[in-house]
T-cell receptor
Framework: DQQVKQNSPSLSVQEGRISILNCDYT??????FLWYKKYPAEGPTFLIS???IKDKNEDGRFTVFLNKSAKHLSLHIVPSQPGDSAVYFC????????????WGAGTKLIIKP | KAGVTQTPRYLIKTRGQQVTLSCSPI?????VSWYQQTPGQGLQFLFE???????NKGNFPGRFSGRQFSNSRSEMNVSTLELGDSALYLC?????????FGPGTRLTVL
């Protein structure tokens, strides 16, 4: 029973356009959400996070949106660049001090030149 | 600061054998977590150690165990390996709520 779901295994986007990666969760106790990016042969690296008291968090080209009623979050990358090609993982936890993150299966983003 | 290091990077074992993986966290980080990553499953939490004590544990059988030393280095052991244990094993050290991952150990069980 996956508590965090990323239903798109892969996504292909033209360079310069917007990339939108989606994540759904089932546990209403989750209140802290993170996005990680992973290149081949490397471990995941932290990208951006959002607490459930907010509905949007922005960091440069990356914006995360949280819709608590729909139990849905999304990561927007604008504009998409070739270096953004990677696997993106969504993760959630109950409280930001809980290190036991629950992870989605990942979405492979491919940026086409 | 040096990042999280994991050794070995690649490992091939046969069913029934046991394996020990090592993780050295970032200097000063006292929390180390272990994850198993398999295709289509994301990262599954194994356990977390803090100051040599197991603080959290995921839903894995007892064949998976770990420990942490006084210098915060951690080891993970898997006994009686099964084909389904083939995966990328990731270690992360934590500081201020943010996890920093190592490159992982790719374990293949034949």
């Amino acid at each position: 029973d996956q508590q965090v779901k990323q239903n798109s295994p892969s996504l292909s986007v033209q360079e310069g356009r917007i990339s939108i990666l989606n994540c759904d969760y089932t546990n209403s106790m989750f209140d802290y959400f993170l996005w990680y990016k992973k290149y081949p042969a490397e471990g995941p690296t932290f990208l951006i996070s959002i607490s459930s008291i907010k509905d949007k968090n922005e960091d440069g080209r990356f914006t995360v949106f949280l819709n608590k009623s729909a139990k849905h979050l999304s990561l927007h990358i604008v504009p998409s660049q070739p270096g953004d090609s990677a696997v993106y993982f969504c993760a959630a936890s109950e409280g930001d001090s809980n290190y036991q993150l629950i992870w989605g299966a990942g979405t492979k983003l491919i940026i086409k030149p | 600061k040096a990042g999280v290091t994991q050794t070995p990077r690649y490992l091939i074992k046969t069913r029934g054998q046991q394996v020990t993986l090592s993780c050295s966290p970032i200097s000063g980080h006292r929390s180390v977590s272990w994850y198993q990553q398999t295709p289509g499953q994301g990262l599954q939490f194994l356990f977390e150690y803090f100051s040599e004590t197991q603080r959290n544990k995921g839903n894995f059988p007892g064949r998976f165990s770990g420990r942490q030393f006084s210098n915060s280095r951690s080891e993970m052991n898997v006994s009686t390996l099964e084909l389904g244990d083939s995966a990328l094993y990731l270690c992360a050290s934590t500081d201020s709520g943010q996890q920093f991952f190592g490159p992982g150990t790719r374990l293949t069980v034949l």
